[in-house]
């Protein structure tokens, strides 16, 4: 009795500890996707990325059942609902996925005060915009297609304290290299500027980890 209990608890420990895998969509159509017996489209997006005068596509699709997933360093694994972002691109006709990240999308319940979130996508004038609204802020990412990379060239991050009706306005722009820092308060018109300059090599969509984990400046995470 005493070994098999100790081989069940070994075989529930073994299981608690690995994480789950997500499928491979690199190189796979939209048809294939959209078919897919696990995992559901939760946003999409059509727009030109290449300037080519075709539509791509950006998706981000979630998993139908909880997996097991470990979202931080120092986490527990935990059943969640996994999200990924895709981005499929129009050759000859053929909209073929070239870039996925199974990590940068929030999850659900990555919302802090608010229970449940999901990104809002775009694709306007050539460029990707992934959008969050939570309870008193918002973030939002903006990438460009250089080659058969998704580059982040922009950010912004606004929030408002509840309390004391403080905001904080903060934009990145990767081009120019700076961050324009504005505060003030909700009842005054009068704003705080500060740009900050940065030297730091933008990130592709592919390099992204989870949401807040590039540091770009001191207390300045992406």
Aim: proline letters at 3%; aromatic letters at 10%.
């Amino acid at each position: 009795m005493t070994t098999l209990l100790f081989l069940i608890l070994s075989l529930s420990g073994y299981s608690q500890e690995k994480e789950s895998s997500y499928p491979h969509f690199i190189g796979q159509p939209l048809s294939f996707v959209e078919s897919h017996p696990d995992w559901e489209i939760l946003k999409s997006s059509t727009g030109d990325l290449d300037e080519d005068g075709q539509n791509d596509i950006a998706l981000i699709i979630e998993s139908k059942d909880s997996i097991p997933e470990k979202r931080c360093s120092s986490c527990y694994l935990r059943n969640n609902k996994p999200r990924i972002i895709l981005i499929f691109l129009n050759k000859d006709g053929y909209q073929n996925v070239i870039i996925q990240n199974n990590e940068f999308i929030a999850r659900g319940d990555e919302g802090g005060m608010a229970t449940y979130i999901e990104p809002e996508l775009s694709i306007t004038n050539g460029l990707l915009n992934i959008f969050y609204q939570y309870t008193r802020s918002n973030q939002s990412y903006t990438f460009e297609l250089l080659e058969d990379r998704m580059e982040i060239i922009g950010a912004k991050s606004n929030g408002v304290h509840s309390a004391s009706g403080n905001f904080e306005s903060v934009e990145y722009d990767f081009k120019e290299g700076k961050i324009i820092t504005e505060t003030g308060h909700i009842s005054q018109e009068k704003l705080k500027t500060e740009i900050q300059k940065i030297n730091i090599k933008p990130k592709s969509l592919s390099e992204f980890g989870k949401m807040y984990e590039w540091q770009v400046a001191e207390y300045k995470n992406l």
